[in-house]
């Protein structure tokens, strides 16, 4: 009997075997009145998994079973949880605990909280390591479990669970709608999700990629116009443009900031998502005057905008581009080496789990 004393998921045992997950049993965290237990139905593969078990972002607890977009049935709730209850179909992403109690957490900036958990591969008080969705189960404060509307899929929402959410919320927080100018670069799992819900909240919308290999899947995501950025002075037509740009890009390679920045209107702003390895920007503060423009970053999506996330998603009928693998020991190694080498369009959702766990 594993559930309730014991979960089993596909588990990374070392840096060197990233690609190789094993079925492994793991004693979850023990049950606090406010958590709920969800039995996985589907997890989204996250460029995150990859950088974690490769070791790419540092060391990792390994053993380590990553995953953190999740969608599955509740069955279980604890006393004090208020919103939620057995057979709900949730969601959850990649945070799963903050203090809610500080200045960040009470402004809907819980994502901000000094004292905030990923749900997989962080420790929390009393030493236990959080687990993620390559499990049978999951167990998460239930302020981090988030109610998926009926119209959307099970495999098509689980990845706006983390990919989505971190496209929409600096969309969202920075005025995204008619009348503004934003542009998408990095058209990948996050990216795509960028074209999706930009024009989702009404803005005029362009997709910005090296060259012109994925233009024609930009335009029928949604985009109103593409740039492509393997031309010399590709920017100087559209300068001074741009409201907002959010940079979804997973690499630095041979990427000049400067000619980026130029695109913004006055004012306007280049929020990063992408947290490529290695060395960090370069750019030149003169370049800045040119148009005062505002340089930042975007951490995944608080709890008000992941709601907000869904509703506008299901209203709107949208539609990611999903790839499905089945969950297990070949399914996960092969999402995890797939991701790494970017051969998906745009995302991969694990699927089949009652197949795996019964
Ligand atoms: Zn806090
Ligand atoms: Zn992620």
């Known amino acids: 009997m594993v559930y309730p004393e014991t979960f089993e998921g596909f588990a990374v045992h070392s840096k060197e075997t990233w690609a190789s997950p094993k079925r492994t049993e793991f004693k979850p965290r023990p049950f606090e009145e406010t958590d709920v237990d969800i039995k996985v139905k589907a997890c989204g593969v996250c460029g995150s998994d990859v950088h974690t078990v490769t070791g790419g972002w540092g060391s990792c607890p390994y053993p380590l079973v990553v995953g953190h977009e999740i969608v599955g049935e509740v069955v279980n709730v604890g006393s004090q949880v208020n919103g939620l209850k057995i057979g709900d179909r949730v969601g959850v992403g990649a945070q799963a605990f903050a203090c809610l109690n500080c200045k960040q957490c009470k402004n809907d900036n819980e994502i901000y909280c000094k004292h905030q958990l990923d749900t997989y591969g962080s420790t929390y008080p009393g030493g236990f390591v959080g687990q993620g969705g390559y499990a049978s189960h999951v167990r998460v404060h239930e302020y981090f479990v988030f109610p998926i509307p009926d119209a959307l899929e099970t495999t098509l929402v689980a ?5 989505g959410a971190t496209a929409f919320s600096p969309l969202y927080r920075h005025g995204a709608g008619p009348g503004k100018k934003v542009g998408i670069i990095g058209i990948g799992g996050i990216g795509h999700f960028g074209i999706l819900f930009a024009k989702a909240l009404g803005a005029d919308t362009w997709a910005i990629s090296r060259s012109d290999a994925k233009k024609a899947d930009c335009l029928k995501l949604g985009a109103d116009g593409f740039i492509q950025t393997n031309e010399k002075d590709w920017n100087v037509p559209h300068e001074l443009s741009f409201d907002l740009i959010v940079n979804c890009a997973n690499s630095n390679q041979n990427f000049d900031l400067d000619q980026y920045l130029s695109l913004l209107d006055v004012n306007g702003k280049f929020i990063n998502v992408g947290l490529p390895e290695g060395d960090g920007f370069a750019f030149h503060p003169f370049k800045m005057l040119g148009n005062g423009a505002l340089f ?30 089945p969950v297990g020991e070949a399914g996960c190694g092969e999402a995890l080496r797939r991701c790494h080498e970017n051969d998906v369009r745009y995302r991969f959702t694990l699927t089949d789990y009652e197949k795996q766990f019964n």
Do not use: D, V
């Not at 990845?159 to 990919?163: F, G, I, N, R």
């Not at 975007?298 to 998603?313: F, G, P, T």
């Open 159 to 163: 990845p706006m669970l983390c990919a």
């Open 296 to 325: 930042g970053f975007s951490h995944i999506a608080s709890r008000k905008e992941i709601l907000a996330m869904l509703n506008i998603a299901a209203e709107k009928n949208l539609k990611p581009w999903i790839e499905t693998i």
